[in-house]
């Protein structure tokens, strides 16, 4: 079912982390709640996740991602959500609606996990600060060569740096254009597909179309930056669409997201690569 990936170390909390099906990773809500709840960390899980916010936000995740998600199921908790006799645990909820974001893993390194997207919402409303902390401790994992990684997201890794002055031009002329209103105003078929223009400036079809004789499709040939982007963009998405926010204006707000994000991010690594150069060339000396 699973293998360990590692694990987290934030605040001084170590948290568990393991790739479901081997592919997905799922970090432990249990071992996140006891940043505020050492103690009684079940407790702070059933408090957060019995609220409605959380039931609306977890629901608009499973419709984006499982096909089997039982609609009654969440309709009926929803309606529920709010009396003061209103109970929900996260072994309830997987129950209730066949959901997959969320897991109930048993054994030594047992407890509830969930997909990434939910592990950061369930880090920022226990402190936003601290899921700061998180997503950083959870990229620094993902970079280092001596944990599970796909051999793909390595190769694409080191080929980034390899090719930095080639990526960032790239990136900067062509990876993340600003959509133009016929773009914007396209009804794309999938939610997959709006995040895919809204970063690359093109649906996955058209990227095949363009990339004949590439491997994999769009995402397979992403960098480490725009995967961490992307990885933004779906949880940002999960809220617009919760807000009720209109399809041609959440593109547009996805992909100016898309731009500043990684903007930042490689103005980031090249201030790192810099720093190395510098450090480099003083040990030459």
Same mark, same amino acid.
């Given at each position: ?27 432990s ?5 006891k ?30 991602h499982?096909?089997?998600?039982n ?27 066949? /959901?997959?974001? &969320?897991? %109930? @893993?048993p054994g030594?390194?047992?407890g !509830?996990y969930?997909?990434?997207?939910? *592990? ?6 226990i ?44 990136i900067?002329?062509?990876i993340?254009?600003?959509?133009s209103?016929?773009q ?53 998405? /999960?809220?617009? &669409?919760? %807000? @009720? ?5 959440? !593109? ?5 997201? *898309? ?27």
């Open positions: 079912m699973s293998n360990n990936r590692g694990t987290i170390h934030s605040s001084g909390v170590a948290i568990s982390v393991f790739q479901y099906d081997g592919a997905t990773d799922y970090i809500l249990t071992d996140i709640a940043y505020k709840a050492p103690d009684e960390p079940n407790e702070l899980l059933r408090n957060w996740i019995r609220s409605r916010n959380t039931i609306e936000y977890l629901g608009t995740w499973e419709k984006l499982n096909d089997k998600l609609i009654h199921g969440l309709n009926h908790l929803l309606d529920e959500a709010g009396s003061h006799s209103f109970i929900l645990s996260p072994t309830k909820w997987i129950k209730e609606t066949s /959901a997959i974001g &969320i897991v %109930s @893993r030594r390194y047992g !509830t969930a997909h990434s997207d939910i *592990a950061f919402d369930f880090a920022a409303w402190s936003p600060e601290f899921k700061l902390y998180l997503i950083k401790d959870y990229q620094q994992l993902k970079h280092d060569s001596h944990s599970h990684l796909n051999i793909d997201w390595n190769i694409n890794r080191e080929l980034a740096k390899i090719n930095y002055r080639i990526h960032t031009d790239a900067k002329n062509n993340v254009p600003v959509l209103s016929k914007t105003s396209y009804k794309y078929a999938t939610e997959a597909d709006r995040l895919n223009v809204a970063l690359f400036g093109q649906t996955a079809r058209e990227w095949k179309n363009g990339h004949p004789e590439a491997t994999g499709n769009i995402r397979d040939n992403a960098s480490l930056e725009q995967l961490t982007v992307l990885t933004n963009l779906e949880s940002y998405n /999960a809220e617009l &669409i919760i %807000s @009720r926010i209109p399809d041609i204006e959440r !593109t547009e707000k996805l992909n100016q997201m *898309a731009v500043r994000q990684l903007e930042t991010l490689t103005t980031n690594t090249a201030s790192l690569k810099r720093l190395k150069e510098l450090e480099q060339q003083k040990r030459l000396k």
